[in-house]
């Protein structure tokens, strides 16, 4: 059989309209929407690419322990699974200096789907140490408190962070 072509008039015009209607459809949404769209993304990525390691195989007990409760908004010991999967990206990101690799890592982008739970949390381990959280705190709160003037130094955003931190209530 052969395979069909896709018109790319119609390609054209479909990208055409996801270029438009993804930011649309993002600047009507509540932060809580967007944090759970985006954390939906995530999830989404993420049991793709497990399938794709899993190809041709039923779906493991393993894998399925593992997917599901992450669509679960009511997890049981967050505080417990952000604190396993700190280490795994702490562990991992060791031999890299890439913020962007870093930011894609696998247990940061499950860190991100965690969701607003996990933003105390986050913005506790910020103020210990100064990290790449920033990416995953935008991506959760939606917000950026860091003035065009503070990017790329890490102690004022930092310190924007937690004061937006105090200010919503995350941080006392």
Do not use: C
């Given at each position: 059989?052969?395979?069909?072509?896709?018109n790319?008039?119609?390609?054209?015009?479909?990208?055409?309209?996801?270029?438009?209607?993804?930011?649309?459809?993002?600047?009507?949404?509540?932060?809580?929407?967007?944090?759970?769209?985006?954390?939906?993304?995530?999830?989404?990525?993420?049991a793709?690419?497990?399938?794709?390691?899993?190809?041709?195989?039923?779906?493991?007990?393993?894998?399925?322990?593992e997917?599901?409760?992450?669509?679960?908004?009511?997890?049981?010991?967050?505080?417990?699974e952000?604190?396993?999967?700190?280490?795994?990206?702490?562990?991992?990101?060791?031999?890299?200096?890439?913020?962007?690799?870093?930011?894609?890592?696998p247990?940061?982008q499950?860190i991100?789907?965690?969701?607003?739970?996990?933003?105390?949390?986050?913005?506790?381990?910020?103020?210990?140490?100064?990290?790449?959280?920033?990416?995953?705190l935008?991506?959760?709160?939606?917000?950026?408190?860091v003035?065009?003037e503070?990017?790329?130094?890490?102690?004022?955003?930092?310190?924007?962070?937690?004061?937006?931190?105090?200010?919503?209530?995350?941080?006392?």
């Amino acid at each position: 059989m052969a395979s069909k072509r896709k018109n790319p008039y119609a390609v054209a015009l479909g990208r055409k309209g996801g270029l438009k209607g993804g930011p649309a459809r993002a600047a009507n949404m509540t932060p809580a929407e967007r944090s759970e769209s985006a954390r939906n993304a995530v999830l989404a990525r993420w049991a793709k690419e497990k399938a794709a390691d899993n190809a041709g195989k039923q779906p493991s007990a393993e894998l399925l322990e593992e997917v599901i409760p992450l669509f679960s908004a009511k997890r049981e010991n967050v505080e417990a699974e952000f604190n396993r999967l700190l280490n795994e990206w702490k562990a991992a990101r060791r031999a890299t200096s890439s913020s962007t690799a870093i930011a894609i890592h696998p247990s940061y982008q499950r860190i991100i789907g965690m969701g607003p739970p996990v933003l105390p949390l986050i913005l506790r381990e910020l103020g210990r140490e100064l990290d790449h959280w920033f990416w995953a705190l935008k991506a959760i709160s939606g917000e950026d408190p860091v003035p065009l003037e503070h990017r790329g130094n890490f102690r004022r955003m930092g310190a924007d962070w937690l004061r937006w931190g105090k200010e919503k209530g995350y941080v006392r």
